[in-house]
Structure formats: structure tokens, C-alpha cells
T-cell receptor, first 113, second 118 residues
């Protein structure tokens, strides 16, 4: 059965801290892993990862994928209160269809001043 | 562009009532999805449609039906609503990659429908 697991489920840090969010998965016919940020409304896209070992960066956020060990990490450096959100990891691919995209439970990040 | 639109934004039903949630996208995307989101459980896939005329079950399809009416529209129907279906429902769409080794694409989400079943 396809599965996405995220840890920790919640995290509270102070502004300026660096955080690492984890995502592990089991999926047949893996195609890509995606990270989303969700504030009060719909998720917004952060990164898509398809190849192992290639870091994707956007400002203070970065992410990397390990297809051999079936996990990804999302790093946020110098956190700000605006980074407070739920971070969702999703994986694309399944036994029957490449188009199936399933999500993990999310990591709720709270950044306090 | 409107992107992905959903109607209604809010709905309250009584147990046993039926309703259809509507979703439309104007980005010419092939794939469309319905998810539900409950506290602490992320997004759970209900049904998806890889292209017009095809639909597949996701992780939690029981109690729901879908219709891919055309390339733009993908509706979700609750035939007999139950309190366990109280949730926020998100529709999403995605265009496919161009070929097996091409880059793949993220999903675009609608604003969500907050459904309460009493």
C-alpha cells in the first residue's frame, strides 16, 4: 500500500532557528516527490524532486531527495514568523497509475518571536 | 485566469442528504483530483482522473462518486451524507509531463469547500 510518513508532526521554534522536516515514503512506480506549504487556505507549491542528491533551493528553503533510502528533507534556515504553516509532503506514482498523488499528514511548524 | 474554482465554499447538510461539489479548471490540465482534509491528517485522496473519461479510486473513495464531465470539470457527489464526511474538500488539477523523462508538474488547488454534516 502506498504510504507517506512525515516527522515531526508538530514543531515549535524561535525566530532565527534552523529546522529540518522529514518525509519518508513507500510507493510503487515512484515518479516525483513534492513539498507544499499550507497556511489557512489551499496548499501552495514549494518544490518538486525527481532525482536523488540534487538539492533544490528557494531563498531560505531547500530540499533534497534520497531515492535509495526513500526519504526527503526540507530545511528552513533563519526561520521567520511567516514560515509558520503546515508543510505537506506528497508522492506521485502507484502500482496502477503515475498520476496518483498522495500526501503525508503534514508537519505543523510554529515560529515564535 | 481563474485557475481552479470550487463551488460551494460552505455547505451544511443533514445526515442522508445528497449533494454535488463542483470543480472546474481553465488551465487545460489533463489530471484532476479530489482530496479531503481533516485535522491532523493531511490531504487524503478520494478520487482522481488522469484524463477526460477516466476516473480512479484514491485512498478513501467509500461514500463518494465522481464524474469527469469534460476536460474542465470534475464533480464529487455524496449520495447519502454522513457525519464522518464532515471535512474540507479540495479539488486540484495538474498538467502532465511531456514524455517519460521530462519534468513533471505540481498540482494547483482550488480554495476548498467546507462541508458540515449534522
Amino acid at each position: 500500500e502506498d504510504k507517506v510518513v512525515q516527522s515531526p508532526l508538530s514543531l515549535v521554534v524561535h525566530e532565527g532557528d534552523t529546522v529540518t522536516l522529514n518525509c519518508s515514503y513507500e510507493v510503487t512506480n515512484f515518479r516525483s516527490l513534492l513539498w507544499y506549504k499550507q497556511e489557512k487556505k489551499a496548499p501552495t507549491f514549494l518544490f518538486m524532486l525527481t532525482s536523488s542528491g540534487i538539492e533544490k533551493k528557494s531563498g531560505r528553503l531547500s530540499s533534497i531527495l534520497d531515492k535509495k533510502e526513500l526519504f526527503s528533507i526540507l530545511n528552513i534556515t533563519a526561520t521567520q514568523t511567516g514560515d509558520s504553516a503546515v508543510y505537506l509532503c506528497a508522492v506521485e506514482g502507484s502500482r496502477t497509475s503515475y498520476d496518483k498523488v498522495i500526501f503525508g499528514p503534514g508537519t505543523s511548524l510554529s515560529v515564535i518571536p | 485566469n481563474a485557475g481552479v474554482t470550487q463551488t460551494p465554499k460552505f455547505q451544511v447538510l443533514k445526515t442522508g442528504q445528497s449533494m454535488t461539489l463542483q470543480c472546474a479548471q481553465d488551465m487545460n490540465h489533463n489530471s484532476m483530483y479530489w482530496y479531503r482534509q481533516d485535522p491532523g491528517m493531511g490531504l487524503r485522496l478520494i478520487y482522481y482522473s488522469a484524463s477526460e473519461g477516466t476516473t480512479d479510486k484514491g485512498e478513501v473513495p467509500n461514500g463518494y462518486n465522481v464524474s469527469r464531465l469534460n476536460k474542465r470539470e470534475f464533480s464529487l457527489r455524496l449520495e447519502s451524507a454522513a457525519p464522518s464526511q464532515t471535512s474540507v474538500y479540495f479539488c486540484a488539477s495538474r498538467r502532465p509531463g511531456q514524455g517519460l523523462f521530462s519534468s513533471y508538474n505540481e498540482q494547483f488547488f482550488g480554495p476548498g469547500t467546507r462541508l458540515t454534516v449534522l
